[in-house]
């Protein structure tokens, strides 16, 4: 029996050595593909994320051996050498199979991080409903970083099968032996159970042990990926059981909430007519920082600095979140992004929301996207909100397309074609795409600002071109006189520029509305009043003289809006005020960005997401 027991011991032993190696391993990797953040972080700084991961990365092997104990267990009442040879194999195959997973994870996390500034989580992964869609979005860095990932964990299979495996041979054994097995085993799974919560501590391990820098990258890799990915799979459930985000007395919040409803009816009518047709260009991951004239960087979007001329830029618009399917319930819903929940996502819980779609009974409603509109459930929920027409690149596979879906060129003139057969009026979306990852766009790379983003924004100039092309061809056409173009990004991106991910001017994105409709007094000038998303249907329907749903949460931008923007990223939420701006990070648990003169006031971020997302469970 002590033979057995300390061949065990030595077993597990060299499992947590070996799951440490890996771990490290991977982490060399990670960091090998973000070379250019990790050089700026010093010496020492870089040491300590070894022994500060250690504590995450225990608990998780702790996890993995509490399967391989019940196995062994399992296999020591077995008295045939088949079945313990075969109970041997399952428990090499479920460390080779855990292998693979992490290499799986940490090739996506690469590949996340540099989108979303976030490791793998729920979210991401809700997105592999639609696997096609995931995969189309892959660039062939992507691939090239999965692939590497997938060698690293065939070698460490290898390292596995030659260094660690044994198997585990059972011997005979009688009453007294066999009562001492019932014994042992809870003694055994109790010690493991205790490394997995990381002690004897109060409070179990968290992602909070592994914390240790500023610099959000270096904790985030400090931080295990599967153990993160695991905890953040099981909170995202438990946060459905209720909202996770009360803080603050009802009564507080619903004062809080009137205050930002201005009763005032008062509003600028910038149209000359109350019926136009609407058209609106979305574009993908346009941040501000392309455009000049928003503070951003020189000659990248010389087409839409044209259509300023004779448009009305708003100049202090933001998103409120960091994806497109976000972005799309933000625009024609006015319902804000909530943290780790999407309510696009939840067929059930969308078709319930206001729309600009349902409050223009008398129009004529279409949607046009070159990619698949499955993504984020796009699609289910433009079809739940009672579009007229939608259609995807599964109806325009005559066009050249991209790995993503159907170039922006290609769709412009489409959409032109698609256009002049829709009865009037009318309300139709263009999403564009060829300025989404993988900028695979048909047209030369010009620009370079000597950063990783010169692809991204070369593809953000192709798609400028496009626009700049559709809407001179458009001009003659029968519908143009009476039609607003509302010109505006579906959320932002990383530019040459560098913005921290929670920063502000990260969110910024721009709007423009464009079109003989617009009252000539106010074509070529600005609006800048703080605005987002939100605001867009509450400010078309004031133009149109249509009572706004009471359950849209924005404001009139030309009018009565609060002034109040909250927005979120991929580990947390922040605010937007015009004396100062705050934004706190779930995961830090505190405020990463932060500059008002009185600290009350970020409150107020608490407060409207915490009624956000009661209303989120009411639908």
């Not at 209720?242 to 201005?262: A, R």
């Not at 000359?272 to 609106?280: L, Q, R, W």
């Not at 983003?453 to 100039?461: H, I, L």
Request: hydrophobic share 40%.
């Amino acid at each position: 029996m002590s033979f057995l027991l300390m061949n065990n011991l030595k077993y597990f032993i060299k499992l947590f050595v070996f799951w440490l190696f890996y771990f490290f391993v991977n982490r060399l990797f990670f960091i090998a593909n973000y070379l250019e953040e990790f050089s700026k972080i010093s010496s020492n700084e870089l040491l300590q994320i070894f022994p500060n991961s250690f504590g995450l990365d225990v608990s998780f092997i702790g996890y993995l051996s509490v399967v391989i104990v019940l196995f062994l267990f399992l296999n020591s009442l077995a008295l045939s050498k088949r079945i313990n040879t075969f109970i041997s194999g399952i428990i090499y195959w479920i460390n080779a199979f855990f292998i693979v997973v992490s290499a799986l994870i940490i090739g996506g996390e690469i590949s996340l991080y540099a989108e979303w500034g976030t490791k793998l989580n729920f979210t991401a992964l809700s997105h592999f409903a639609n696997p096609s869609e995931v995969f189309a979005t892959g660039s062939i860095a992507n691939y090239i970083t999965m692939l590497i990932a997938l060698l690293i964990a065939v070698v460490f299979v290898k390292i596995y099968s030659v260094y660690v495996h044994q198997y585990f041979i059972a011997t005979k054994y009688n009453v007294k032996q066999f009562a001492y097995k019932l014994v042992k085993l809870p003694l055994v799974l109790g010690v493991l159970l205790l490394i997995v919560r990381g002690g004897w501590q109060e409070i179990p391990i968290n992602l909070s042990d592994a914390y240790f820098s500023n610099t959000i990258i270096v904790n985030d890799l400090a931080v295990n990926p599967n153990w993160n990915l695991l905890q953040n799979i099981l909170k995202n459930k438990s946060n459905f059981k209720g909202n996770p985000y009360k803080k603050h007395p009802q009564e507080k919040v619903d004062q809080f909430m009137n205050s930002l409803k201005n009763e005032s009816d008062s509003t600028t009518y910038v149209l000359s007519t109350k019926t136009p047709n609407i058209v609106f260009i979305l574009l993908e991951s346009w941040s501000a920082d392309n455009v000049e004239s928003l503070g951003g960087l020189k000659g990248i979007t010389p087409n839409f600095k044209a259509l300023e001329k004779e448009g009305l830029l708003f100049s202090n618009f933001y998103s409120n979140g960091w994806t497109s399917d976000q972005g799309m319930s933000s625009i024609f819903s006015s319902f804000p992004v909530l943290p780790h929940a999407y309510i696009i996502n939840q067929t059930d819980k969308a078709r319930k929301l206001p729309s600009l779609n349902k409050s223009l009974t008398d129009y004529y409603s279409s949607y046009f996207f070159g990619g698949q509109l499955t993504y984020g459930n796009i699609k289910g929920y433009l079809l739940s909100q009672g579009f007229d027409k939608v259609k995807d690149g599964a109806d325009f596979k005559h066009l050249p397309s991209g790995s993503l879906g159907v170039h922006d060129e290609y769709m412009f003139t489409q959409f032109k074609e698609e256009l002049n057969d829709l009865p009037q009026p009318f309300m139709s979306t263009l999403f564009t795409i060829s300025s989404h990852s993988p900028y695979d766009f048909p047209a030369e790379h010009k620009l370079s600002f000597n950063s990783k983003q010169d692809e991204y924004v070369n593809s953000v100039a192709y798609t400028d071109k496009c626009l700049g092309d559709f809407m001179e061809s458009v001009k003659n056409e029968d519908w143009y006189a009476n039609t607003l173009f509302v010109i505006v990004a579906d959320h932002s991106h990383n530019s040459p520029i560098k913005r921290r991910f929670a920063q502000k001017e990260r969110f910024k994105i721009p709007m423009l509305w464009y079109g003989e409709v617009l009252d000539a007094n106010y074509q070529g000038n600005e609006w800048s009043s703080l605005s987002s998303h939100l605001d867009i249907a509450p400010t078309i329907l004031n133009q149109m003289d249509i009572n706004v749903d009471n359950d849209y949460f924005g404001g009139d931008i030309l009018g009565n809006n609060s002034g109040f923007i909250f927005y979120c990223f991929g580990s947390g939420y922040g605010m937007i005020k015009e004396d100062g701006n705050s934004a706190f990070s779930i995961k830090y648990n505190k405020f990463i960005e932060s500059n008002f003169n009185d600290s009350s006031i970020v409150s107020e971020a608490e407060m409207f997401l915490q009624y956000s997302f009661d209303e989120y469970l009411k639908y």
